[in-house]
């Protein structure tokens, strides 16, 4: 952002998989100027703050968050971090990304939720456009088939549902980028206590809408052509051998696919925040999560799993109406495989989709932006830059370059 130092480039702190060893303003220093070795005498940063006199001869007053209080065998009780916005500027729990994705949308609704809105109705027009006219239908399976004959079966039927998810996970990555991009924006704005209106979103995303069209396209077509390498082959092979090999690309894709996920899940924070190119933007995700892989996973896969009840509390009074609303039978649906595909069906079961979306994609893309914020305040002291913008004493009067 313009006027938050420290968003705009990732600065000169190493991101080689360890913390930044950056001194905070209360870090011990020798004669020197420079950080000496840590003793029970000279603790490290972050922990506890050395006995001090306030008013005796080359003082230096304490840092913010550090203070009086109660005293115990002459050390100050342990620092609060600076907390000019949603989230503490110090490294984050899981907890205080999840409660900070939520207070950002709540701090900030009709921003986050509109944006929001308008994404999730163009992506579900398209969505119910491409399932009337242009998806196959569910293939059929005969429950009796044995041997060669069951197999065909379940090979055509794993086909027609690729390719009826593909489009789906398409468009679905292609509106969740684009509100987590948006919603960078406000969480960016709410980690400094600033606040934030739809012109004002606007115009931080709009410069960057043609690198994020770019990296909304690229990274759906980088997930499509893993799984079509992994499984296609065996799907075309159609055979014994050729469910067979389908099996093992599934088992690898399970693996790709993940991995892909976990490493360029912060790439679109990175693209419009440090106004990165799109591969920048990739390298800086995969450079950031590096190190942090599984933390990053697990607490992508919670989102997932908090968002997939969300979905199922959601969807399944819209599912029931749309049923009863199509005028199909439910013993119908059970005994055909499928589901029903008339106005009604995919009209009603549209807008519950599009509720569900509206809440869902602000939600994941403050996660997602609180997870960048996190790893930079790991790796590259990036508390330091913000507590500078929020205008904390202590931390000088310009950011670090």
């Given at each position: 952002?313009?006027d938050?130092p420290?968003?705009?480039s990732?600065?000169?702190?190493?991101?080689?998989?360890?913390?930044?060893?950056?001194?905070?303003?209360?870090?011990?220093?020798?004669?020197?100027?420079?950080?000496?070795?840590?003793?029970?005498?000279?603790?490290?940063?972050?922990?506890?703050?050395?006995p001090?006199s306030?008013?005796?001869?080359?003082?230096?007053?304490?840092?913010?968050?550090?203070?009086?209080?109660?005293?115990?065998?002459?050390?100050?009780?342990?620092?609060?971090?600076?907390?000019?916005?949603?989230?503490?500027?110090?490294?984050?729990?899981?907890?205080?990304?999840?409660?900070?994705?939520?207070?950002?949308?709540?701090?900030?609704?009709?921003?986050?939720?509109?944006?929001?809105?308008?994404?999730?109705?163009?992506?579900?027009?398209?969505?119910?456009?491409?399932?009337?006219?242009?998806?196959?239908?569910?293939?059929?399976?005969?429950?009796?088939?044995?041997?060669t004959?069951?197999?065909?079966?379940?090979?055509?039927?794993?086909?027609?549902?690729?390719?009826?998810?593909?489009?789906?996970?398409?468009?679905?990555?292609?509106?969740?980028?684009?509100?987590?991009?948006?919603?960078?924006?406000?969480?960016s704005?709410?980690?400094?206590?600033?606040?934030?209106?739809?012109?004002?979103?606007?115009?931080?995303?709009?410069?960057?809408?043609?690198?994020?069209?770019g990296?909304?396209?690229?990274?759906?077509?980088?997930?499509?052509?893993?799984?079509?390498?992994?499984?296609?082959?065996?799907?075309?092979?159609g055979?014994?051998?050729?469910?067979?090999?389908?099996?093992l690309?599934?088992?690898?894709?399970?693996?790709?696919?993940?991995?892909?996920?976990?490493?360029?899940?912060?790439?679109?924070?990175?693209?419009?925040?440090?106004?990165?190119?799109?591969?920048?933007?990739?390298?800086?995700?995969?450079?950031?999560?590096?190190?942090?892989w599984?933390?990053?996973?697990?607490?992508?896969?919670?989102?997932?799993?908090?968002?997939?009840?969300?979905?199922?509390?959601?969807?399944?009074?819209?599912?029931?109406?749309?049923?009863?609303?199509?005028?199909?039978?439910l013993?119908?649906?059970?005994e055909?495989?499928?589901?029903?595909?008339?106005?009604?069906?995919?009209?009603?079961t549209?807008?519950?989709?599009?509720?569900i979306?509206?809440?869902?994609?602000?939600?994941?893309?403050g996660?997602?932006?609180?997870?960048?914020?996190?790893?930079?305040?790991?790796?590259?002291?990036?508390?330091?830059?913000?507590?500078?913008?929020?205008?904390?004493?202590?931390?000088?009067?310009?950011?670090?370059?």
């Amino acid at each position: 952002m313009n006027d938050s130092p420290g968003w705009a480039s990732p600065g000169s702190a190493p991101s080689d998989g360890k913390e930044a060893a950056i001194p905070r303003p209360s870090d011990p220093q020798d004669g020197n100027g420079t950080t000496g070795q840590w003793s029970p005498e000279q603790p490290p940063p972050g922990q506890w703050s050395p006995p001090s006199s306030p008013g005796g001869p080359g003082a230096r007053p304490p840092a913010p968050g550090w203070g009086g209080g109660p005293q115990r065998q002459g050390w100050a009780a342990p620092p609060s971090a600076a907390k000019p916005g949603l989230v503490p500027l110090r490294p984050l729990s899981l907890g205080e990304i999840l409660d900070g994705s939520v207070s950002a949308l709540r701090a900030h609704w009709r921003t986050a939720l509109g944006f929001s809105l308008g994404i999730a109705v163009v992506t579900q027009i398209a969505l119910t456009l491409l399932q009337r006219y242009l998806l196959p239908k569910p293939a059929s399976v005969d429950p009796n088939a044995t041997g060669t004959e069951a197999l065909r079966q379940a090979s055509e039927s794993a086909r027609s549902t690729l390719l009826s998810m593909g489009p789906v996970a398409f468009l679905t990555m292609i509106g969740t980028l684009f509100t987590a991009s948006i919603v960078a924006v406000v969480v960016s704005r709410s980690v400094l206590g600033r606040p934030t209106t739809l012109s004002d979103t606007w115009a931080e995303v709009r410069p960057r809408l043609l690198p994020l069209t770019g990296l909304a396209l690229l990274l759906p077509l980088v997930i499509i052509a893993t799984m079509a390498v992994c499984i296609g082959p065996g799907l075309l092979l159609g055979s014994g051998a050729g469910a067979a090999l389908a099996l093992l690309g599934s088992l690898a894709a399970c693996i790709l696919i993940p991995w892909l996920w976990v490493n360029f899940a912060l790439s679109a924070p990175a693209l419009v925040l440090e106004r990165q190119g799109v591969v920048a933007a990739l390298r800086r995700s995969a450079k950031l999560v590096r190190g942090a892989w599984w933390r990053t996973f697990g607490i992508l896969v919670l989102t997932q799993l908090m968002i997939l009840l969300l979905s199922l509390i959601v969807s399944v009074p819209f599912g029931a109406i749309a049923v009863i609303a199509d005028g199909t039978d439910l013993s119908e649906i059970l005994e055909g495989g499928g589901s029903p595909s008339g106005w009604p069906f995919l009209i009603v079961t549209g807008i519950g989709e599009v509720v569900i979306s509206t809440l869902v994609y602000p939600f994941l893309g403050g996660v997602t932006a609180l997870l960048y914020v996190d790893q930079r305040i790991r790796r590259e002291a990036l508390d330091l830059d913000l507590a500078r913008a929020a205008g904390f004493p202590g931390y000088g009067d310009t950011p670090r370059s």
